[in-house]
């Protein structure tokens, strides 16, 4: 079983998460910028932590045998905080990188004018930059929060079918799936969605334009959601090609769309030494 988590925050997690997920059969991800839980006061921090996004995740998790890509972007929450917003001048630079293949996390998560704001504005960064965008719906208020997020897009210069809402749910789905855009779900063991309602929604909704992943942060999750998620869709009668389609297929054709997709990757020298990472030369 091939995978493809198109939503994970490994900077939060342990190398040790990244030998079990290629272990569990993922060979690529994408990682998008979002808060970190510590609140940023300055625009000079996300400059460092897309950085790493560009140039260390990448190198450890190609250690590993995955295929790292980034999507990069003010978040929601922090687009409400006028120490952060100055990074949106910022963004041009980073979206030119060959790795970043989407703009996102964009979206909601309040839902104030500051949001508003944000999000039309880097929705026009990814039309002007030729990439695809990853929308956050905001965990409370879904409902509401969808219908205001599919307003700015219908009012931007973004197709729907270069977005991806993600975060979706049994409560949302049916709305997201008219509007045209790619649609996204979260596995998590406590929240958001779990394997047995995810079957749910692939046996009424199908295969088509629908992203799984594990969304995993600094909170309770699992890595290995998305391979919970194939491992259910065959003991519910699904076929190996319907497993490959939403765990591998469908992530690709989305961001494809970048134009900047690299899957075969060269891993780096062995270690040195026995050290548990690999460092720069001597």
Known sequence: MRIFDPHIHMTSRTTDDY??????????????????????????????????LLGWEPFRAAQYGIAHHCTIALNPKEANDP????????????????TVVAVG?????????????????QLQLAADHGLP??????????????????????????????????HLNETTVEHATDSGCWLGFSIYPDTKMDPERMIAVLKSHGTEKILVNSAADWGKSDPLSTRRVGD?????????????????????????????????????????QGNSILRGGE
Request: charged share 25%.
């Open 19 to 52: 030998q079990a997920m290629y272990d569990a059969g993922v060979r690529a991800l994408v990682e998008p910028s979002f808060w970190l839980g510590q609140p940023r006061t300055s625009p000079a921090s996300f400059h460092d932590y897309f950085d790493a």
């Open 83 to 98: 120490r952060c917003t100055p990074v949106l001048d910022e963004l041009p630079r980073y979206l030119v990188k060959d």
């Open 105 to 121: 996390e964009i979206g909601y998560d309040s839902m104030t004018p500051a949001e508003d704001t944000a999000l039309a504005a």
């Open 133 to 166: 965008a990853l929308v956050h719906t905001p965990h409370r208020d879904k409902s509401a929060g969808l219908r205001r997020t599919l307003d700015v897009i219908r009012e931007s210069a973004l197709p729907p079918e270069r977005v991806l809402l993600d």
């Open 232 to 272: 259910a869709m065959l003991a519910a009668g699904f076929t190996e090609d319907d497993t490959d389609q939403i765990l591998w297929r469908n992530p690709v054709a989305f961001y494809g769309l970048s134009g900047r997709l690299q899957l075969d990757i060269t891993p780096p020298p062995p270690l040195h």
